[in-house]
C-alpha cells in the first residue's frame, strides 16, 4: 500500500506491529464539518459495562454504523448498526480508495471532556478476523494514544492523535499490543472518533 494518504505520513516502528499515523489526513476546514454535522447528526447512546462484577456507564458515547446489518460486540455490548450517513460514506470511500480495503463498519466514539477515556483493549474481537485493519480518525479535541506490547513490559509508545488525523493499525498488532485513551484532568474540548472495521 503506497504511503501516499497524507504529506507527512509516520511509522511508529513498534516492533510486531503495523502503525502508520497520517496527522493530515482530512483537512482542518472539511474536519471541521465532518465534526459538527456528526456530533448533531449521531443517535449517540452510553452503554453499561461489567469488569471485575462491577456495572457502570461507559465513560464515552458512541454508535455503530454499517452496511451489511452485522452487530458488533464487545465487552459484553452488542450494537447493532445504523445506515452510513452521507459524511461517513464520504470519509469510507476516501479510506478505501486510498488502502484498497472496503471497511463495512465504523464504531464512533463520543468523548465529551477529559474525563472520558477508553481503557486498555485490543480490537481482537472474533468478527473482525485474523490481523484486522483498524482506521482510526481523530475529528475535533486531540488526545493522547497510548500503546503497550502484551508481554514485553518495556515496550510502550504514546502519540497525540491531531484533528483531522488517520492512525492505521494493521497486522499482528492488535495480537500483540493494547491501546487506551487515558483520562486527562486538564480541561479539554469534546473528542469524536471514528473507528472504520471490517466486520466478517
Same mark, same amino acid.
Given at each position: 500500500m503506497s504511503d501516499a494518504l497524507s504529506p507527512n505520513p509516520i511509522n511508529l516502528q513498534l516492533p510486531d506491529s503495523d502503525i502508520i499515523y497520517y496527522p493530515n489526513f482530512i483537512a482542518s476546514t472539511k474536519a471541521n464539518f465532518f465534526f459538527n454535522t456528526i456530533k448533531k447528526n449521531t443517535p449517540w447512546q452510553q452503554d453499561s459495562i461489567t469488569l471485575f462484577g462491577k456495572t457502570y456507564p461507559q465513560p464515552r458515547?458512541?454508535?455503530?454504523?454499517?452496511?451489511?446489518?452485522?452487530?458488533?460486540?464487545?465487552?459484553? *455490548?452488542?450494537? &447493532?448498526?445504523? =445506515?452510513? $450517513?452521507? +459524511?461517513?460514506?464520504? *470519509?469510507?470511500? &476516501?479510506?478505501? =480508495?486510498? $488502502?484498497? +480495503?472496503?471497511?463495512?463498519?465504523?464504531?464512533?466514539?463520543l468523548y465529551r471532556d477529559g474525563s472520558d477515556s477508553n481503557g486498555w483493549h485490543a480490537d481482537n474481537e472474533k468478527e473482525l478476523g485474523t490481523n484486522p485493519i483498524i482506521a482510526s480518525i481523530t475529528l475535533g479535541q486531540e488526545r493522547y494514544f497510548h500503546l503497550k506490547h502484551k508481554t514485553n513490559k518495556n515496550l510502550k509508545h504514546k502519540i497525540l492523535l491531531q484533528h483531522g488525523s488517520l492512525l492505521l493499525m494493521r497486522g499482528e498488532t492488535q495480537h500483540n499490543w493494547l491501546h487506551q485513551i487515558p483520562k486527562t484532568a486538564k480541561p479539554i474540548e469534546e473528542r469524536i472518533n471514528l473507528t472504520f472495521r471490517i466486520i466478517k
Open positions: 458515547l458512541t454508535a455503530l454504523y454499517g452496511n451489511n446489518g452485522k452487530p458488533y460486540k464487545y465487552s459484553g *455490548i452488542t450494537m &447493532l448498526p445504523h =445506515s452510513f $450517513t452521507p +459524511e461517513l460514506l464520504e *470519509i469510507k470511500n &476516501l479510506l478505501s =480508495s486510498k $488502502t484498497n +480495503e472496503e471497511f463495512t463498519s465504523c464504531l464512533i466514539n
